[in-house]
């Protein structure tokens, strides 16, 4: 049995990234607070901001990766909130951290050891794990800690036959991506077009790049930028 295990499957990335497995005959988890509309996706119901709804989530977890052969654990779920450096209050940070980045460590340290040699661990970053925007500072700290959190994990796994690599995804047509920018159409296009395509990503195409990604070791520790050439501010 092959398990893949992804968070935040119910939308967007996440979600085209549980049916890309699903079709290569993967057992598909989906760890979020809504429900996968895929037939044939397992959703564990999972609050990634409470260390107690983890553990509980981590048990069945567990029992499927004792019978597999082959797993990935996709880092794909992300809070994304409209925030400044002087206008952050430490509550809202924490808020965000806690499922953007303690919430992976969670994951990894429940998973990671049942995970079988030829098993990969991904994580979904963004354009901005390695710049930075106005107006989204408490993302912007949390995808830089994500991308440190991936090359310790291929620091701390050397030996093990488990890969791991970060998929940062341009400008993407999701639900997160739309409610940032809100209904203006304008706000599309200019976002369109600061790349040379002058269109968004389609979230099938991160999807193949993270499937892609697991069953190719070669590229471990890297950072896979997937923008369409996004233009240099």
Not at 124 to 152: D, N, W
């Amino acid at each position: 049995m092959k398990v893949a295990i992804i968070t935040g499957a119910s939308v967007g990335i996440g979600n085209s990234t549980a049916q890309t497995f699903l079709d290569e005959g993967f057992t598909v988890f989906n760890l979020a607070r809504r429900q996968c509309a895929i037939r044939g996706v397992t959703s564990i119901i999972c609050d990634l901001s409470s260390e107690a709804s983890i553990d509980i989530a981590c048990e069945t977890l567990k029992t499927a990766l004792a019978e597999c052969s082959e797993a990935t654990l996709i880092h794909n779920a992300s809070q994304m909130k409209k925030d400044s450096v002087d206008n952050c209050n430490s509550d809202s940070l924490t808020q965000v951290m806690a499922t953007n980045v303690i919430a992976i460590n969670s994951l990894n340290q429940h998973l990671l050891p049942l995970m079988p040699a030829s098993s990969s661990v991904l994580y979904v970053g963004s354009t901005l794990s390695e710049k930075a925007v106005p107006g989204s500072f408490s993302y912007v700290i949390s995808k830089h800690a994500q991308l440190g959190m991936m090359r310790a994990t291929c620091q701390d796994l050397m030996g093990r036959g488990l890969h791991t690599a970060m998929v940062c995804p341009g400008f993407t047509d999701t639900e997160m991506l739309r409610t940032h920018l809100g209904t203006d159409p304008a706000n599309e296009a200019g976002v369109a077009a600061m790349n040379s395509f002058n269109r968004l990503i389609e979230p099938e195409e991160i999807a193949e790049l993270i499937r892609w990604a697991h069953h190719n070791p070669v590229i471990n520790g890297a950072v896979l930028h997937a923008n369409l050439g996004q233009k240099e501010s």
